[in-house]
């Protein structure tokens, strides 16, 4: 089988968008040992490209993770931006809203978080927990989420227009896969710091989150902020697909090393 191109993970007619649609144990026509190869490779090009992004100071991406528990979204970052220089990466994982948080509107964290220009940024968790465990828990009436689609395409609208490439991916696993992983939690002294007790009663609302999940990526993949359906069961797929996501962001911004200043050029350091 062809290597399936990144773009077909891409949602791009999010009317009747279904999750079902998409395997979670693709492998995209990659070969385990290749992918191992190529992931180092596209490390190689995302700190090339970071380097000039950040010396271009013009713009910035915003890279957003969401997924069910236990789908990779720590390892993701861990694997795939371990390679940039972190001065300009800036990872923030959002919790249940607390204190000055939670006596906002819910884009005032996230706004807050996004990446100034010339750095990546990176959502473990986002905006978009305030239309999936915010209306799959009940925890504000649907005539308040329901609006907020709205605010969210507009929001990312004004972070686009304003220089930032915003970047979706939903890390898509199979609830067996995470059964195995929860499990593994458990058992694993190492993991189980890991574990809340939370993470089952969520596992039961799986059909609720993916209802939830199916709507808001249907609603909010935009031209000018796409998501994308990363196929999560195997590890090494979802870290090259994201890398891969990652540096076709980044391509297509296509920073530049600002020329030195016209003033000091021909100046002889004596
Ligand atoms: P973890 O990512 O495993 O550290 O867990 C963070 C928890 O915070 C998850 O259960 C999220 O659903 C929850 N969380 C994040 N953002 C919100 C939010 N805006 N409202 C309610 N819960 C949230
Ligand atoms: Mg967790």
Not at 3 to 15: E, T
Not at 22 to 34: E, N, V
Not at 107 to 116: D, G, I, K, S
Not at 118 to 141: A, C, T
């Amino acid at each position: 089988m062809a290597p399936k191109r990144i773009d077909a993970l891409r949602v791009s007619r999010p009317n009747g968008f279904k999750l079902d649609d998409y395997d979670t144990a693709d492998t995209l026509g990659w070969h385990k040992d290749g992918a191992l190869a190529e992931l180092e490779h596209v490390k190689l090009k995302l700190d090339a490209l970071q380097q000039r992004l950040a010396a271009e100071r013009r713009s910035s991406v915003l890279l957003v993770l969401q997924a069910m528990d236990a789908a990779g979204k720590d390892g993701t970052i861990r694997s795939i931006l371990s390679g940039l220089n972190p001065a300009g990466v800036m990872v923030t994982s959002f919790k249940v809203p607390a204190g000055i948080e939670a006596d906002h509107d819910y884009l005032w964290r996230t706004h807050q978080a996004c990446p100034v220009a010339g750095d990546i940024g990176v959502f473990n968790r986002s905006h978009y927990e305030d239309v999936l465990v915010v209306r799959v828990k009940g925890l504000v009436p649907r005539s308040t989420w329901s609006k907020r689609f709205r605010h969210i395409n507009e929001f990312e609208r004004l972070l686009h227009d304003e220089g930032t490439r915003v970047v979706k991916c939903f890390l898509n696993v199979s609830k067996s896969e995470q059964a195995r992983r929860l499990q593994d939690r458990l058992d694993d002294p190492t993991k189980g710091w890991k574990f809340r007790e939370g993470d089952l009663a969520d596992r039961k609302l799986w059909p609720k989150f993916r209802r939830a999940y199916e709507d808001a990526i249907g609603q909010t993949s935009t031209a000018h902020a796409p998501w994308y359906v990363v196929p999560a069961d195997h590890n090494w797929v979802r870290n090259l697909a994201v890398a891969k996501i990652l540096l076709s962001t980044l391509q297509d911004i296509g920073p530049q090393f600002p020329p030195a200043d016209p003033h000091v050029i021909n100046t002889k350091i004596v």
